[in-house]
């Protein structure tokens, strides 16, 4: 599938809302309803969610909840057609300079055991296990693994954070 427009990641907002659960119900077994996006957009003062586009389309998303001093991943999903194109990278680099932006330490998200390609994505990106929670997903009971970036101020995290900010601006010269 051939790009023609530019990808744009921007922040979130109702009328992403049917894209998104497209993205949803392609993506995960028990997808987020509608109305739990629309609670998140307009009455979650701590959510901050953005989406990847191409035109119109929405192809990606991923959103935070401000926690104290931890912007902790609450959904994160790219469309199947758009996988490992580095549409998730963008979203996860936004999101990091997003909880930079309001101030969050660290960054923390829960993704299932069997889900190797998007641990392998997150432990890319600084990730690191943490911890587990024993049957956390109520579809299949499945277990998730804890994962949560170093202090986001941490020289070491500033340097990955840069590389990828050149390599963002690479692929969007391309």
Same mark, same amino acid.
Request: cysteine-free; overall charge negative.
């Given at each position: 599938?051939?790009?023609?427009?530019?990808?744009?990641? +921007?922040?979130?907002?109702?009328?992403?809302?049917?894209?998104?659960?497209?993205?949803?119900?392609?993506?995960?077994?028990?997808?987020?309803?509608?109305?739990?996006?629309?609670?998140?957009?307009?009455?979650?003062?701590?959510?901050?969610?953005?989406?990847?586009?191409?035109?119109?389309?929405?192809?990606?998303?991923?959103?935070?909840?401000?926690?104290?001093?931890?912007? /902790?991943?609450?959904?994160?999903?790219? /469309?199947?057609?758009?996988?490992?194109?580095?549409?998730?990278?963008? $979203?996860? $680099? +936004? $999101?990091?300079?997003?909880?930079? +932006?309001?101030?969050?330490?660290?960054?923390?998200?829960?993704?299932?055991?069997?889900?190797?390609?998007?641990?392998?994505?997150?432990?890319?990106?600084?990730?690191?296990?943490?911890?587990?929670?024993?049957?956390?997903?109520?579809?299949?009971?499945?277990?998730?693994?804890?994962?949560?970036?170093?202090?986001?101020?941490?020289?070491?995290?500033?340097?990955?954070?840069?590389?990828?900010?050149?390599?963002?601006?690479?692929?969007?010269?391309?």
């Amino acid at each position: 599938m051939a790009v023609t427009a530019p990808i744009l990641i +921007e922040p979130m907002g109702l009328a992403d809302i049917p894209g998104v659960l497209d993205v949803e119900r392609l993506s995960f077994n028990a997808p987020w309803p509608a109305f739990a996006f629309h609670q998140e957009l307009t009455a979650n003062r701590m959510a901050r969610y953005l989406v990847a586009r191409v035109g119109t389309r929405v192809i990606g998303f991923g959103g935070i909840w401000l926690m104290v001093d931890d912007a /902790h991943i609450t959904t994160f999903g790219v /469309h199947p057609d758009w996988r490992r194109r580095g549409i998730g990278r963008r $979203l996860l $680099l +936004e $999101l990091a300079e997003l909880a930079i +932006e309001l101030g969050s330490a660290r960054m923390t998200l829960e993704v299932r055991f069997g889900n190797a390609a998007a641990q392998a994505l997150y432990a890319g990106f600084g990730f690191v296990e943490a911890g587990t929670r024993p049957h956390y997903y109520s579809d299949d009971g499945e277990d998730a693994l804890i994962m949560t970036t170093p202090n986001l101020d941490d020289p070491a995290m500033q340097q990955r954070l840069a590389a990828e900010r050149a390599w963002a601006r690479a692929e969007a010269d391309r």
